[in-house]
């Protein structure tokens, strides 16, 4: 199962790429496609600004993008090789801060997030959102080294 996370360019480093690959090693296996491959950049407010403006139009910095090999021409060419995801640990960081929540705790969620964008899942409605926050809270859960119960995704 080929997960690669990389952290290049971060001056700080507030979660472990390790970490990071076992618990997107766990989604994997709790969606059922343990030979997916996912990468995984993590990266400062800067990398993912410039990645929003120039691949949305979103001049400013998010918490998480997804970019999905399934779509576009050759989308179809391997189904096992699901994209990336980027996720900003600053904006991570601020939002744990908010949120009460532990910097773990808010990366997971971003990937598992992402990771559901990758698989085709979106939020552009209120019923959509719901779902994909449901999916989310299972992907969470699956990826806690303690706790590794089976997420459903479709």
């Given at each position: 199962?080929?997960?690669?996370?990389?952290t290049r360019g971060l001056r700080s480093r507030p979660v472990r790429?390790?970490?990071?690959?076992?618990?997107?090693?766990?989604?994997?296996?709790?969606?059922?496609?343990?030979?997916?491959?996912?990468?995984?950049?993590?990266c400062d407010d800067a990398t993912i600004h410039a990645l929003n403006?120039?691949?949305r139009a979103?001049?400013?910095?998010?918490?998480?993008?997804a970019f999905a090999m399934a779509e576009g021409e050759g989308g179809?060419?391997?189904?096992?090789?699901?994209?990336?995801?980027?996720?900003?640990l600053d904006t991570a960081r601020r939002q744990?801060?908010?949120?009460?929540?532990?910097?773990v705790h808010?990366?997971?969620f971003l990937l598992a997030h992402g990771l559901l964008h990758l698989l085709g899942y979106d939020h552009r409605d209120e019923d959509e959102r719901r779902v994909m926050m449901a999916l989310?809270?299972?992907?969470?859960?699956?990826?806690?080294?303690?706790?590794?119960?089976?997420?459903?995704?479709?």
């Amino acid at each position: 199962m080929p997960v690669h996370v990389s952290t290049r360019g971060l001056r700080s480093r507030p979660v472990r790429a390790a970490e990071v690959r076992r618990r997107a090693e766990r989604m994997l296996e709790g969606i059922q496609r343990p030979d997916a491959e996912l990468s995984v950049l993590l990266c400062d407010d800067a990398t993912i600004h410039a990645l929003n403006r120039d691949y949305r139009a979103k001049d400013r910095p998010t918490d998480v993008l997804a970019f999905a090999m399934a779509e576009g021409e050759g989308g179809d060419l391997h189904p096992d090789l699901l994209g990336d995801v980027v996720i900003s640990l600053d904006t991570a960081r601020r939002q744990a801060g908010e949120g009460g929540r532990t910097i773990v705790h808010e990366v997971t969620f971003l990937l598992a997030h992402g990771l559901l964008h990758l698989l085709g899942y979106d939020h552009r409605d209120e019923d959509e959102r719901r779902v994909m926050m449901a999916l989310t809270d299972g992907l969470v859960a699956a990826a806690r080294p303690s706790r590794r119960r089976r997420a459903s995704c479709g």
